[in-house]
């Protein structure tokens, strides 16, 4: 466990993607299957949506949570976010991997602590 937090989750942008990529389901899955498994996670399943006339949104399911894109082709641009639980997935080497696969030239990234409970609030609040 990260310090006393259950998961890391990094949310990317990647941008000056390169077009053709970013339209290519099975490109777009390969390098996200890929990238699971460089990171240490256990797939456990997957899905992706090519949209017309362009664009790709996808999930794959790991058995530490989970890693999403959703791509707009047009702009080059993908937002990728890594969810990993435990100590043996390092959600940062799978953003990498597909920065380089993707043919990034920026990417801008954060990465949020999940479930710290010693931070949690007294009581439930729900956004309206």
């Known amino acids: 466990m990260q310090g006393n937090a259950l998961g890391r989750h990094v949310l990317a942008e990647l941008f000056g993607c ?3 990529l970013l339209n290519d389901r ?5 390098v996200m299957l890929t990238a699971a498994k460089k990171a240490g996670a256990e797939v456990v399943g997957d899905f992706f949506h090519q949209f017309s006339p362009h664009g790709i949104s996808g999930v794959v399911v790991i058995s530490e949570s989970h890693l ?5 082709p047009e702009h080059g641009y993908a937002a990728v976010d890594v969810f990993t ?8 080497v799978a ?3 597909m920065v380089d696969n993707f043919h990034a030239t920026n990417m801008t990234a954060n ?3 999940r479930g710290i409970f010693d931070q ?4 439930s609040e729900v956004a309206s």
């Open 18 to 20: 390169r077009t053709e």
């Open 26 to 30: 099975e490109v777009i899955r390969n």
């Open 68 to 72: 999403a894109i959703h791509t707009w």
């Open 85 to 92: 639980c435990g100590d043996t997935v390092d959600p940062w």
């Open 95 to 97: 953003c990498r991997y």
């Open 111 to 113: 990465e949020v602590r």
């Open 120 to 123: 949690a609030p007294a009581r």
